[in-house]
C-alpha cells in the first residue's frame, strides 16, 4: 500500500477470497474450514455466474467503497476451500468465467491434484498459486493429518514437479508457499526447498488452536522457526497468531461474505450476495476498513482477505 498525491491509501490489487467449498481429501487436525456441510453454491453454474456478475460490477466495474477509499487498479478472485481442485470440471469454470469477468485469478491449493494427469487447469486461467506445505518429512504431514485416505501425501519433489507442470500451462504464473508452523515442524529447515522453489512469497503462520491442542507451540517456538530461515535470501513473510486474529473479510461456500465478530465469538455472516447484492451483503458484516488499513500497512497488492489458510 502506499499513498497518491492526494494522500488517500492505495493499493494496486484487491483480493476476494471465496471459501467455494469445505470438502477436502486431507483432514489436517488444524483445519478451520468448517461450515457444517452447506448447501453449497458451486452446485448451480447459474449461482456461480451471478455470484461473479456480481462481485465484477461492485467491484471491478461499480464504485464500491473499497474503489474510493483505496483505488486499486485489479481486483483477484482468490479461490480456496477446503480443496477448491476436488470440484473438478467446476473449478476449470470458475477460473474461466473469473478471467472472462476481468479478474486476475489464484488458488490455495494442498497441491495433491495438480499432478492428476486426466485434471489439467485450462491454460492462462491461473495468475498466482499459493500451496500448503507443511514439512518435508512424510510421518510429520502424517501426523498433521496432511494425508489422504490411502495415505498419499504430496511430497517435496512432487511439489517441484507440480510446479514446472504449471509453470508451462499457466504464463508467469506467481507461487506462493504457505507453511503452518506448529509442534511437529518447528524446528525443520526449509531453506534449500524453498531456494530451489523461489517463490514470489514464503508465508510462514503460527498455527492456531483449532482442533487439536497437540499442535500448538509457543511465541518463542515460532519466532525460533522464522529467525533460523531469515537472512538467508528467502522471501520469508511471518505472520503471528494475534495478527491472524484480525478482522477479515470472506465469501463462504455459500456465497455470503463473513468475518471474524467483535470480541471473538465467532463468524459474522451477510445474507446471499446473490440475493441481495455484493454492495447491501457488504454493509452488512460492518466491513470494518480502519483495521483493514492497520493490518496491511506498508504491505503492497492487499488482501482483504489474506486468511486463506485452508488448505
Ligand atoms: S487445512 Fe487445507 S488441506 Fe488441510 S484439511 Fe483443511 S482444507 Fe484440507
Request: aromatic share 10%; net charge neutral.
Amino acid at each position: 500500500m502506499k499513498n497518491d498525491t492526494t494522500n488517500k491509501p492505495y493499493i494496486n490489487e484487491l483480493v476476494i477470497n471465496w471459501h467455494i467449498t469445505e470438502a477436502c481429501n486431507y483432514n489436517c487436525t488444524y483445519c478451520f474450514a468448517k461450515w457444517g456441510k452447506p448447501n453449497e453454491l458451486h452446485r448451480s453454474l447459474e449461482s456461480i455466474e451471478n455470484l461473479l456478475d456480481e462481485l465484477a460490477s461492485h467491484f471491478i466495474k461499480g464504485s464500491s467503497s473499497f474503489k474510493e477509499k483505496f483505488g486499486y487498479e485489479s481486483v483477484r478472485l482468490n479461490i480456496a476451500g477446503g480443496e477448491p481442485m476436488m470440484l473438478g470440471s467446476t473449478f476449470s469454470i470458475v477460473l474461466m468465467l473469473a478471467k472472462q469477468k476481468g479478474f486476475q485469478t489464484s488458488i490455495i491449493t494442498n497441491g495433491s491434484y495438480l499432478l492428476n494427469e486426466k485434471f489439467d487447469i485450462p491454460k492462462n486461467t491461473l495468475d498466482m498459486v499459493g500451496i500448503s506445505f507443511d514439512s518435508q518429512d512424510y510421518d510429520i504431514r502424517k501426523k498433521i493429518g496432511r494425508v489422504d485416505r490411502k495415505g498419499n501425501s504430496l511430497s517435496s519433489d512432487e511439489l517441484k514437479l507440480a510446479l514446472s507442470k504449471l509453470e508451462k500451462t499457466q504464463k508467469g504464473i506467481k507461487t506462493k508457499i504457505n507453511t503452518v508452523v506448529n509442534q511437529f515442524n518447528w524446528q525443520e529447515d526449509f531453506s534449500s526447498l524453498i531456494s530451489e522453489i523461489k517463490p514470489y512469497k514464503w508465508k510462514v503462520l503460527h498455527v492456531m488452536p483449532y482442533g487439536d491442542d497437540d499442535l500448538l507451540i509457543s511465541n518463542g517456538q515460532f519466532n525460533s522457526f522464522v529467525e533460523k530461515h531469515l537472512g538467508r535470501d528467502l522471501p520469508v513473510y511471518a505472520e503471528s497468531n494475534s495478527a491472524m486474529t484480525e478482522s477479515y473479510l470472506m465469501i463462504d461456500p455459500k456465497g455470503r461474505f463473513y468475518q471474524n465478530s467483535s470480541g471473538g465469538s465467532g463468524y459474522k455472516y451477510s445474507e446471499c450476495i446473490n440475493d441481495v447484492g455484493a454492495g447491501k451483503a457488504l454493509e452488512q458484516i460492518n466491513f470494518n476498513h480502519a483495521v483493514f488499513i492497520a493490518r496491511y500497512f506498508p504491505v503492497e497488492g492487499i488482501s482483504i482477505v489474506e486468511n486463506e489458510g485452508a488448505a
